[in-house]
């Protein structure tokens, strides 16, 4: 089993059903696709599909598993750390200091 971690940077719904997804991680874009028509090709089940649209414009971090053949299994969701937040952080403790 493989996983790869990243985030979602766009999504795109379609009147169809059809979602596309635009996957960052490892400084590239990789685009996963649910299609309920057979006839397209598919890649992502349309459940872990709506999960991940669900987390565009969050903090929440992904990983996606994938089994021996490439097909997804299962998605974990976290909580990304934001840099900018710890150094704000850092600059309002310094800020505290009373003379």
């Known amino acids: 089993m493989t996983s790869i971690f990243g985030e979602v940077i766009k999504v795109r719904k379609f009147t169809n059903g059809d979602i596309e997804i635009d996957f960052h991680h490892e400084e590239q874009i990789t685009e996963y696709r649910y299609s309920a028509d057979p006839s397209r090709l ?58």
């Open 42 to 99: 598919g890649n992502f089940p349309k459940d872990l599909a709506e999960t991940l649209a669900s987390t565009l414009d969050t903090s929440i971090c992904i990983e996606i598993f994938f089994q021996d053949d490439g097909i997804p299994s299962h998605i974990e969701l976290e909580q990304c750390e934001d840099d900018e937040d710890e150094d704000e952080d850092e600059d309002e403790d310094e800020g505290t200091e009373l003379f």
